[in-house]
């Protein structure tokens, strides 16, 4: 289901003990296996994600330093990359493309709250980056963001509309700066 403003509709979600126990699991887990491990041990933290329900393609690069709050929220495509210091908040599935690129310290934030609402519901929606896309250091993407094919997401930037395909945008809120060359995946 999407707005008129083809963004996906946030939808209201619920924690249950189960979400709390494999949470409870998956951070002892990384806390002890995955954030220890050399910057070069890839395959290890490939490893790690997939036995917590990541679907993780071929030579994809997880950082020791990248926060994963739900690897089984999580499905990464062949050669994608997740950089030390993202932080992943994958209540809502997060996907990130065939070499894709998801620089330090970017935040992709896939829930959010009703502040209209007295009780405060959380309200989530997954987020997309798509092949051959890069989100640059620093920056912000709320729930329900698309990062279409090849565009370029400027260091610092807050995205809360998504971004066309071979477009570079930046700022906050992000705009467009300029159209990008269209290549081939390798």
């Not at 490939?46 to 950082?63: P, S």
Request: with cysteine; proline share 7%; glycine share 8%.
């Amino acid at each position: 289901m999407s707005s008129p403003a083809g963004r996906p509709l946030l939808r209201e979600w619920q924690v249950t003990r189960r979400d709390r126990l494999r949470r409870i699991l998956w951070n002892v887990g990384w806390l002890l296996l995955g954030r220890p491990s050399p910057n070069l041990l890839h395959p290890w933290r490939r490893w790690l994600a997939r036995m917590f329900g990541a679907q993780v393609g071929r030579g994809v690069h997880i950082y020791p330093g990248a926060k994963i709050w739900a690897p089984w929220n999580l499905r990464m495509g062949d050669r994608s990359c997740l950089a030390n210091g993202v932080g992943c908040y994958n209540v809502a599935p997060i996907e990130i493309g065939e070499d894709a690129v998801v620089s330090q310290d970017v935040y992709l934030c896939t829930a959010t709250h009703d502040y209209n609402d007295r009780a405060f519901p959380v309200l989530i929606a997954p987020i997309t980056i798509k092949a051959q896309a890069w989100v640059a250091a620093g920056a912000f993407l709320s729930p329900g963001v698309t990062v279409h094919r090849g565009a370029v997401v400027g260091a610092r930037s807050v995205v809360t509309a998504s971004v066309p395909a071979w477009s570079v945008v930046a700022g906050n809120p992000a705009r467009f700066i300029k159209s990008r060359l269209k290549f081939d995946a390798l």
